[in-house]
């Protein structure tokens, strides 16, 4: 069994479910590849950015912010001129405006900072779809912190999806086959 949104015949959408939804992930490059998909989401399907995240990969530099905070007018005309991703100018703007916050951060890193804000696991397995929150507390104290620090496209509820798709928290529902095959092999999270 899986969660209903993961049982598709949808390869992409399914492997996602079962491989990376919910599992710790950490890493700066990574954590920002995340933030950017989640922005770019936004008023979209996820399966839509699922199967053009080759496409974003390539064009946002593998998602270093180093290298993305570098880019000008010229990079965000030919992002707006590639087919291949979303292209929306403030989504656009933001990606590029979030990797120079990124790489300014002062007194922490990008991964401490995220996983500062993952909350203690909940006591009991969610049972319904419907019982799965749009934002938490602790999504709308993470974005908050985010937009403090000069982060755009971040709001409360894309910080939550941010959070479930990296392991902060853990909305597999009881009875998912990923929910279970974690809890057998012991605990998940790993507060920083």
Not at 119 to 134: I, K, M
Not at 145 to 155: A, T
Not at 159 to 167: E, H, I, P, R
Request: hydrophobic share 40%; glycine share 6%; with cysteine.
């Amino acid at each position: 069994m899986r969660c209903p949104w993961g049982a598709t015949d949808d390869d992409v959408y399914r492997n996602y479910h079962d491989v990376e939804w919910g599992q710790p992930l950490h890493g700066r490059n990574e954590l920002y590849e995340r933030l950017c998909l989640e922005a770019f989401q936004s008023g979209l399907s996820w399966i839509t950015i699922l199967r053009k995240r080759d496409s974003f990969r390539t064009a946002f530099a593998g998602f270093d912010p180093e290298l993305v905070a570098r880019f000008g007018e010229a990079d965000v005309e030919r992002l707006m001129n590639d087919a291949s991703i979303v292209r929306n100018r403030l989504k656009i703007d933001a990606a590029v405006s979030n990797a120079r916050a990124i790489v300014d951060l002062e007194d922490t890193d990008l991964d401490s900072l995220l996983w500062s804000f993952a909350p203690q696991p909940r006591s009991a397995r969610l049972t319904e779809f419907s019982d799965v929150p749009g934002s938490t507390p602790e999504s709308t104290a993470l974005a908050k912190e985010l937009k403090r620090r000069g982060l755009r496209f971040v709001g409360p509820t894309t910080a939550y999806a941010l959070m479930q798709a990296t392991g902060m928290v853990d909305d597999h529902l009881s009875g998912c086959w990923v929910q279970v095959a974690n809890t057998d092999s012991g605990s998940r999270y790993r507060r920083r």
